[in-house]
Structures are given as C-alpha cells and as structure tokens.
C-alpha cells in the first residue's frame, strides 16, 4: 500500500519514519563523539560525518513532512482518550518540529563559527548568518538543549508504542512496522 489509508500507514510513511529513526538514532553518539574526540583529522570528520547526516535528516524531514500533509495519518484507536489524542498530536508536532531545529541549529553554528562546509565532502553549504563568536556559542546551546529536549521526547514516544502494544493491546505499534497493516 502507498498512501496512508484510515487503518493503516502506506509504504512511504513507514520509509520515512524508519530511516529518520536510523538516522536521528545514528546521530547521537555520532555528534557526541565528533564533541569530545581530542583535535585530530578523526575529530574533523566525524564532525563532516554528524553535520552532513543532519542535512540528510533536515531534507528528508521537509519531505517526509510535505508527505505527511498530504497523507493523514491513520486514526487512532476508538477507546483512545482526549488526552492521549492531543499528547500524540502534540508529540509528533514536536518530533517534527525538532527534526528540523536541530539541524538549523547546527547550520547555525557552523556558519557562526566561519567554518568552510561540504555536505559529504561534495556539496557546499553556504552559510545562513554572518561569523560571530557569540551566535556560535549560543546556536551550540540551544542545539544542545533540543537534543536533550530531543532525547526525552524519542524515550516518551518509544514508551507509548510499547504502552499501545504490551499495556493497551491495540495496533498502533504494529502498522508501523514494515509489513504491518490495517486491524484486524
């Protein structure tokens, strides 16, 4: 199936979420890493590696949001709650949200640090504000701060798909598997 139906998630929808995972999953110890590694050629491409994953995540979140806005997402449950609706709604609305701040952020401060870019070693990324030492610290604050506030919301969101499936029972976990589908 390719478009997402009332039941179900389409095959693009599932893509798109498994692969940010993957990424976004990748990209933690990634930038950690690339944060703490002593001055070396490593340290530089590791933080090649970790600043060109999130362009990768930042294209593929404007895609994978254009998708979403013209695919609405499965309804949920019938014995869902009001509250469990809006914090699902709110919830993604943030995952989205970050999926595009953190790598702004991280643009941010490369461009604030005058650090010459090219995604993979291949494509140049201009820079998005002018070289200020300020802008460099404060965009390396609050890209950190959204990955911590990023962090707890994936542990949030991994711990209401376990909840739907082991506690509630329902299907919500398992139409987003690969070759997971409709209820039964």
Do not use: C
């Amino acid at each position: 199936m390719f478009r997402n139906t009332r039941d179900a998630w389409g095959a693009p929808a599932k893509l798109f979420h498994w692969l940010m995972a993957a990424l976004v999953f990748a990209q933690i110890p990634l930038g950690w890493t690339a944060a703490t590694w002593p001055l070396s050629p490593l340290k530089l491409n590791l933080f090649v590696w970790h600043k060109s994953v999130g362009m990768l995540i930042l294209a593929l979140a404007l895609l994978r949001l254009a998708w979403r806005l013209g695919n609405p997402a499965p309804a949920l449950p019938a014995d869902t709650l009001a509250w469990e609706r809006l914090a699902a709604r709110a919830s993604h609305a943030l995952l989205y949200l970050l999926m595009v701040a953190l790598p702004v952020t991280g643009w941010v401060i490369n461009s604030a640090a005058n650090i010459p870019f090219r995604i993979f070693w291949l494509v140049p990324l201009p820079a998005i504000v002018e070289p200020s030492k300020h802008a460099a610290e404060l965009a390396a604050a609050v890209h950190f701060g959204l990955f911590v506030f990023l962090a707890t919301l994936l542990l949030v969101h991994i711990g209401a798909a376990l909840r739907h499936h082991y506690i509630k029972r329902n299907d919500v976990l398992t139409r987003m598997l690969p070759g997971g589908g409709a209820r039964t």
